[in-house]
């Protein structure tokens, strides 16, 4: 049976190792601190503990304001020649909800014939240049300025725009006769057609501008849809009073 190390060894080179485990070496635990032991946490204090008001709500502490990273933005929206004369006539009903609504920078370039819109540290909706863009652009196809302001102040208005040849090529007369069973007699069939859906319409030439809501807009166009295809006025006035009489009902 073969002898233990610790019998083989010289009696220095024991008292030398006893000697070694006498002296704590780096990374050793003491005996006397219970390595198993959880690190003890840290008081919380009285000001960290969450607030609850009488009704079991916790109440935090209002948020910081944290500063805006506002990034200069500008706009140009070009303004057709026949559309100068009315931007200047009504320039001061244009430019107030611009400036004091939206908190944007806008000045009318007439060298250029745009509008410049640029946002500024005071614009507070990220969106304003947005909707300063659409308000320019409404006025453009030929809104009324009371109409545009809409676009400003409600967020589920759209403009949308089609021609006559996009619904039935017609030409010549054929084309003539469709405008005016769109606009009636006095305009009075585009009235009626706006009155019942609850839009705004322009008609240009052959482009047709249509200013409401999703739904709104859906209504009016199938109307001129019937109307440039060739339905009577008499006809499209009926199939008006029920869609109506139904959106009243939603509402």
Request: hydrophobic fraction near 40%.
């Amino acid at each position: 049976m073969p002898a233990p190390t610790a019998l083989l060894r010289n009696p220095e080179a024991l008292a030398e190792d006893n000697a070694m485990t006498d002296v704590p070496q780096e990374g050793d635990v003491p005996l006397d601190i219970d390595a198993t032991a959880e690190p003890a946490e840290p008081a919380q204090s009285a000001s960290d503990e969450m607030q609850v008001d009488t009704e079991g709500r916790p109440h935090f502490a209002p948020a910081k304001d944290i500063p805006r990273i506002l990034k200069v933005e500008t706009r140009k929206v070009p303004v057709p020649p026949h559309r100068m004369t009315p931007l200047k006539a009504s320039w001061t009903k244009i430019y107030p909800p611009l400036v004091e609504h939206l908190k944007l920078q806008v000045r009318m370039n007439i060298k250029n014939k745009v509008v410049e819109l640029r946002n500024s540290r005071h614009t507070n909706d990220s969106g304003a240049l947005q909707k300063g863009e659409d308000f320019i652009k409404a006025f453009t196809l030929g809104f009324d300025v009371d109409d545009a302001i809409a676009l400003l102040r409600l967020d589920d208005l759209y403009i949308e725009t089609f021609e006559i040849k996009d619904v039935k090529t017609l030409n010549g007369d054929h084309l003539g006769r469709a405008i005016g069973r769109i606009a009636g007699k006095d305009g009075k069939t585009k009235f009626a057609i706006e009155n019942a859906s609850r839009t705004r319409i322009v008609l240009a030439d052959q482009k047709i501008h249509i200013l409401g809501g999703f739904k709104n807009i859906h209504v009016a166009r199938e109307a001129v849809v019937s109307l440039i295809l060739g339905a009577p006025p008499g006809k499209v006035y009926g199939n008006l009073r029920t869609v109506a009489s139904r959106m009243k009902e939603r509402f």
